[in-house]
């Protein structure tokens, strides 16, 4: 409380500061201050979420790995949670665990008791890796047998996971570094106007008008209002694997590619083109080459919309399915231990995400018509072209005909390629992250300069004015 209290007399004393310097007039001045102590719970609500989000990824990290290792030694779910226990004496996930273990110690009568003492977890703490560590726990303890290979890929897979979201909070405090320093530069850049109409343009009153005292409110309030979007923005939830308005949108793009009609689309674009270029020739004939010159390449472009439209569609598709597909494969790897490739893949389907299920389900219904034929695996998502995927599906057949080398090394070699896919997904998911806040970093510029513009124009009038005056 006593540092909020101090968070608070900063913020105040920098709003009067800021008054000050930019020579806000009282009206202006309460607007900004007021803005200030109003967004400031939402920052300090941010810091605050930023820490509790950061804790509990590196709770979940340290759950998964122990967890792993602890039923590897006993093979006892409620065993390896007892032991994982004391490793969160205090805190949210050591409450958790407690929950869960005394659900399976205290509950004699019903179904799926250990399954639902884990969803307690997943519920608390929902991320994909944690469901599909507690399924395979669930299913060696019931089954028993060895898992070995099972948790040596989950644990290569948390380590991966846990090294690039950390790569990529170090890129996100790069970003917010730059952000804060071009909204600094900007807001410096704005200075000069009060400071040469204190100084060497003292005969203008360009800083008492009111459309500088307006717009200079306006950019205050702007910048402010970026860095807060970009403190909020950075501040996520790391356990999230789901963004389901990404996915939706992702799987009618995808639907828009498969059942693209160019024929509809070259009419409609040839539709849109035509009088476009049929003025581009009446211009011609009129001598006005100009008008043409501009009209022509507008032509052009209507007329090829529709290829444009369906390149930049299936690029998307293409970009978001090399991002998923490696989630998809870890999960038929791990399926592969106990199951053939046929069943693997069919009871991967209600896992996989969801621009990947039609393709699935066409894929177990050519296996099922043709289970010898290489012909299923090699027109899976073929309208696309994907090497990775290509790829996989090649080795997936060559380990359900049985030839080649061992089944072992075939899905060891799977795996080692899959590792690197998860990694260049995952690091082409970040990016896209990281690219979307490029323009906030261009904004404070931006805004900057259009303050300027303004500002240099008031003092011509003023300085011009007072000339004929």
Known sequence: ????????MGLLGLG??????????????????????????KWLRGKQRQKTEEKRFSDVNIYLEQMLYSFRKSGKILSALLDVEKLFPTGSMGE???????????????EKITEKALTIIETEYPTRRMVSAHRLMLKAEQ?????????????????????ETLSYRRHCQMQKRNITAAIMLSASLCLMTPLLCQTSLQQISVTEQLIYQITTMLMLLAVMGIYLYTETYFTRDWLSDDEKGQEIGAVKTYQKVVNYDFKKARRK???????????????????????????????????FQHRIDYALAKRSVIREIR?????WLMEVSLLLQTENVANSIQKSIPYAPLILKSELELLVERIAVTPESNLPYSEFLQEFSIPETASAMGMLYSLSDGGGSDAGVQIEEILTRNAQWKKDAEEMANKDKLG??????????????????????????????????
């Open 1 to 8: 409380m006593k540092q909020n209290s101090l968070y608070g």
């Open 16 to 41: 009067v500061l800021l008054a000050y310097l930019y020579r806000l007039q009282l009206p202006f001045a309460l607007i900004l201050i007021l803005t200030e102590l109003f967004i400031f719970p």
């Open 96 to 110: 958790t665990i407690h929950e869960a273990a005394g659900y399976i110690q205290e509950t004699y009568d019903g």
């Open 143 to 163: 089954i028993g047998g060895s898992c070995e290979a099972s948790i040596r890929i989950l644990l290569k897979d948390r380590d991966m996971w846990e090294k």
């Open 269 to 303: 674009s040839f539709l849109w083109a035509a009088p476009v270029l049929a003025a581009s020739g009446i211009c011609m004939i009129l001598d006005m080459w100009g008008m043409a010159l501009i009209l022509i390449p507008i032509g052009i472009f209507l007329l």
């Open 323 to 327: 991002k998923v597909f490696p989630d």
């Open 436 to 469: 979307k806040m490029y323009l906030l970093f261009l904004l404070p510029a931006l805004l900057g300069a259009l303050k300027m513009v303004v500002d240099m124009t008031l003092i011509l009038f003023a300085f011009f004015g007072g000339i004929h005056g």
